[in-house]
Nanobody
Framework: VQLVESGGGSVQAGRSLRLSCAAS????????MGWFRQAPGKERERVAA?????????YYADSVKGRFTISTDNAKYTVYLQMNSLKSEDTGVYYC??????????????????????WGQGTQVTVS
């Protein structure tokens, strides 16, 4: 599985950005996809996660609930992160991650970065 992120950039507080993550591989439609971010000097934290199969569920970090939305376009093998009302504390490198194991859906709600075996290269988001 290869993951390629795009859509990062520099924006003013209160504005929006949409990140995209294009995935390769034929397991996308039954995988778990996550967005993580890492600010300078801080641990990488999970922002949002979604199961791409039927009855998909999405989970969010408390810090982004109500502002960020994760979604998937299975026809394009792409997961998105719509980020609204951005704050300076949202600044960081955003990474897309994938877990295509059979158990991913059952553990997704509490999955950590250790559960995701595939990672993109990251895209910088700067909010000023």
């Amino acid at each position: 599985v290869q993951l390629v992120e795009s859509g990062g950039g520099s924006v003013q507080a209160g504005r929006s950005l949409r990140l995209s993550c294009a995935a390769s591989g034929n397991t996308y439609t039954s995988s778990c996809m996550g967005w993580f971010r890492q600010a300078p000097g801080k641990e990488r934290e999970r922002v949002a996660a979604i199961y791409t199969g039927s009855s998909s569920s999405a989970y969010y970090a408390d810090s982004v609930k109500g502002r960020f939305t994760i979604s998937t376009d299975n026809a394009k093998y792409t997961v998105y992160l719509q980020m609204n009302s951005l704050k300076s504390e949202d600044t960081g490198v955003y990474y897309c991650a994938a877990d295509d194991s059979a158990a991913c859906k059952t553990r997704l709600e509490f999955a950590t970065r250790l559960d995701f075996g595939y990672w993109g290269q990251g895209t910088q988001v700067t909010v000023s």
